[in-house]
């Protein structure tokens, strides 16, 4: 099975466990009246409609680029990523709001076990398919399946967090049955939904800054750098290193110093080589060289990599 199907397939076990948790968490919350279980549904709602937009993104990835899209695809992950930050947000603000109701205009909760139940349950559930979504996502660099898991991951705190709330109520309640305990469910809301907004941040800063064609990280540009460096006395220079990225697929575009009397088959050769060397480390990267000829001159942009002794600068300079 190939990378893409296996996207395809965690992104579609996202949507199926989510559904069912959606229905189970508001059925109970409803019929035991807990703002928390409620909210946590209303959670498990926003994730739900994430790992559709997952799907959907993962699913767009799959086409290889076309007329209109000559750069592929890619960045449907990070808009979906963006998308999915952006319902957070709106779903931890609808949280608190009804928490805060809920302190105002006080209710009693029903049986607090039932909620302790599906709150398990929930974290269980999404511990499994959260893990899932971080191998398959990590292993195909896919920005949809991490920030879909990491959706899942929060839901496993805040399920944890809800269900550490109803069991202080119910173990409360049955040694300290005078004790009014119900104010911790709308507080276990609050403390859900900042949880939430901290998360939403993180993701909203991973999926956006590839939309604004940031480079690539330090250590990938430096792999590169070290390894035109490794190719000297053939490559001499090199300037204009440019990278980015888009969802899974990176974009490296580079200006690369030879001898001037090379010829064009192979200049030709070591582009192949160099573009072979990089997809190779990073698979699925658009390499483009721009091969220049080296004439000692060492203009200003090349003296940063220059990698020219003195000595063969001046011998250059007299053969010129």
Known sequence: MNIHHQKIIVAAVSVVSNSFLVLSKIIIGLLIGSVAVISEGIHSAVDLLAAFIALFAVWMVKHPADKNHPFGHGKVENISGTVEALLIFLAAAWIIKEAIEKLIHPSPLGATSWGVGIMLLSSLVNIGVSRLLFVVGRKSNSV???ADAWHLMTDVYT????????????????????LYLDWIDPIAAILVALLIVKAAWKLTIESGRDLLDISLPLEEETWIQHYLHSLHPTVRGLHNLRTRKAGADRFVDCHVLVRADMSVEESHEITRTISGAIRQQYPGTTVTIHIEPCRGTCPPECLQYCQLHDDDRERILDES
């Open 159 to 178: 399920s944890a967090g809800v269900m550490f709330g109803l069991l202080c109520i119910w173990i409360g309640n049955f040694l300290f049955p005078h």
């Open 144 to 146: 949809a399946l991490q």
